[in-house]
């Protein structure tokens, strides 16, 4: 069998616009099967597309983004997934009746993914966790610290709440025994994997800003374990960072020159940029560039097509600008930048909601 896995991870904190990348190149692409390991902390948006028109944004916690591209491969929620069903079975009903994407019939969850219960959420409301470093209280941290101690439930245990909503649950572990059995992707003996990561790397759990962290590693190496991919099949990992990376609200850890939203938006020309975190509401906090963070998402995370992202936040006059000539000079020179020092030129730059690509 001959398989290429392709990598998304973020490169800052998060909210870097990982669901809009994946869904470009989920539509561009068109890999076989399309992995996800993301819990239901983090919500990725992305446009919805008929023939090049925008339907709308859909808001993914559990399903990859890439999915709302790509509508012919597979989808696998793998065993480093942690699930919180209702939350599932919602996704699945809205795209499938808002927007018409199937989902059901090529949707396959490991019974071995990690599933959070009330009392999970009730643990972190009770303990404060957003107080205490950031959390957003949705039984992830607790879900996965129960299953290091081997008391953790998973999908097996909820198998039949999976069938009443039509969810086809399978004792497979590797992606790629999943390929080749009679799960029926076809009879493909090659073909190409798009492993969608979530969150960002600075908040990895064996990252520098522990205990400012998620639950999990957020990197490329971690989201390949969780998914029992090997290292060897990697292709091409894509990192996504902003213009601006942002933190949670609350003590949610250091971030590097931050600024008010006001600044920014008087600086970009906007009445008001402010961002609502997707999963908690709340009021994002932001900083400048973090050179230093991006080097380091480069290096650890072996990334070798770099997307930029919210490049309209350098000035209001590059929102929708699809061509490198179109940007203001400050927005080149900024890109420019951050090529020299880190080495590498972006394969791709979003300066719009939608997308408004700029490809290399």
């Known amino acids: 069998m001959t398989v290429a896995v392709d990598v998304i991870t973020g490169a800052a904190f998060g909210s870097e616009g990982k669901g809009l990348a994946a869904e470009m ?19 990725h948006t992305s446009p919805v597309f008929e023939n090049d028109s925008l339907l709308g944004y859909m808001v993914t916690r559990q399903l990859p983004a890439a999915a709302l591209g790509n509508r012919t491969a597979k989808v696998f929620l793998a065993p480093g997934s942690v699930i919180r069903a209702h939350v599932l079975f919602e996704e699945i009903e809205q795209i499938e009746n808002q927007f018409k994407v199937p989902i059901r019939n090529r949707l396959y969850v490991s019974a071995f993914a990690s599933v959070i219960t009330d009392e999970d959420i009730r643990y972190e409301e009770e303990e404060k966790m957003w107080e205490k470093g950031g959390s957003t209280q949705e039984g992830v941290g607790r879900a996965v610290s129960l299953r290091a101690i081997r008391k953790g439930a998973i999908v097996r245990d909820v198998r039949d709440e999976f069938a009443r909503h039509g969810v086809q649950v399978i004792d497979e ?78 003590n949610s850890g250091p971030l590097h020159e931050e600024l008010d939203w006001a600044t920014l938006s008087k600086e970009a020309g906007y009445d008001d940029l402010t961002e609502i975190t997707t999963v908690t509401k709340r009021i994002r906090r ?36 699809t061509t490198w000539e179109g940007l203001t000079d400050n927005a080149k020179k900024f890109i420019q930048n951050v090529e020299a020092v880190s080495g590498i030129g972006f394969w791709a730059i979003s300066t719009a909601k939608s997308g408004g690509w700029i490809l290399s």
């Open 25 to 43: 190149i989920g539509r561009r692409y068109k890999h076989d099967l399309i992995v996800s390991v993301n819990s239901s902390q983090a919500g």
């Open 173 to 250: 572990v590797d992606p790629l025994e999943l390929i080749s059995t009679h799960y029926t992707l076809g009879s493909i003996r090659s073909g190409n994997v798009l492993l969608e990561g979530s969150q960002g790397f600075g908040l990895s759990t064996f990252y520098k800003f522990y205990p400012y962290c998620t639950s999990r590693p957020a990197t490329t190496a971690g989201f390949l374990a969780m998914a029992n991919l090997s290292p060897k099949l990697v292709r091409n990992v894509y990192g996504v960072t902003r213009t601006f990376p942002i933190r949670v609200a609350g």
């Open 286 to 321: 932001i900083g400048r560039f973090d050179m230093d963070l991006y080097k380091s998402a480069l290096e650890i995370n072996g990334i070798t097509h770099p997307i930029l992202t919210f490049a309209n936040y350098l000035g209001k006059e590059n929102e929708g600008v």
